[in-house]
T-cell receptor
Framework: DAGVIQSPRHEVTEMGQEVTLRCKPISGHNSLFWYRQTMMRGLELLIYFNNNVPIDDSGMPEDRFSAKMPNASFSTLKIQPSEPRDSAVYFC??????????FGPGTRLLVL | AQRVTQPEKLLSVFKGAPVELKCNYSYSGSPELFWYVQYSRQRLQLLLRHISRESIKGFTADLNKGETSFHLKKPFAQEEDSAMYYCALSNPYSGAGSYQLTFGKGTKLSVIP
């Protein structure tokens, strides 16, 4: 298996633009997680899905953030409009039940 | 509520010295614990899981339920061990049949040549 795949790996955009991050989980995993990592705040869980259904989105910072999982092999995290404080590394991870989570390589987002 | 505490933000040791990264947890059920490692500008990688009781890259961790600890140890540090280390606790999300990880804040290990 190729592991968790994320795209793009790097994204530079201007304030106010829409940003879409993509994730393909490991085949057969039933849970998918979106995290944000910054120097100031560390690793934060934004939202997670179980069997394609959002379970807990309490970590989503505000209405500018939204996430979808239309099927078991694809998820998106969208920021609209983006702001400089959204600059961070965004990780996607997947797991099967109580097993370990496996992380993707991350998307480094810079909002100017 | 579940909680994972890593008391040291930064730990510096000399090459060849023993390493112990501390992790304490608070959880009412039977814990499922993990250690993750993140090398500079890379993804978090699973280092080891307590249930497997294996040694990875010379690291071991023993679950001590009495002290609610899961410290990570290595007898002889190597320069390539320099990284960020996260302790994590798996807990079920009530009523949803799913699980999430509660992460500690992480400890940055720096091995001095």
């Amino acid at each position: 298996d190729a592991g968790v795949i994320q795209s793009p790996r790097h994204e530079v955009t201007e304030m106010g633009q829409e940003v879409t991050l993509r994730c393909k989980p490991i085949s057969g995993h039933n849970s998918l997680f979106w995290y944000r990592q910054t120097m100031m705040r560390g690793l934060e869980l934004l939202i997670y899905f179980n069997n394609n259904v959002p379970i807990d989105d309490s970590g989503m910072p505000e209405d500018r953030f939204s996430a979808k999982m239309p099927n078991a092999s694809f998820s998106t995290l969208k920021i609209q409009p983006s702001e400089p404080r959204d600059s961070a590394v965004y990780f996607c991870a997947s797991s099967l039940g109580p097993e370990a989570q496996y992380f993707g390589p991350g998307t480094r987002l810079l909002v100017l | 509520a579940q909680r994972v505490t890593q008391p040291e933000k930064l730990l510096s040791v000399f090459k060849g010295a023993p390493v112990e990264l501390k992790c304490n947890y608070s959880y009412s059920g039977s814990p499922e614990l993990f250690w993750y490692v993140q090398y500079s500008r890379q993804r978090l990688q699973l280092l080891l899981r307590h249930i497997s009781r294996e040694s990875i890259k010379g690291f071991t961790a023993d679950l001590n339920k009495g002290e609610t600890s899961f410290h990570l140890k290595k007898p002889f540090a190597q320069e390539e061990d320099s990284a960020m280390y996260y302790c994590a606790l798996s807990n079920p999300y009530s009523g949803a049949g799913s699980y999430q990880l509660t992460f500690g804040k992480g400890t940055k290990l720096s091995v001095i040549p």
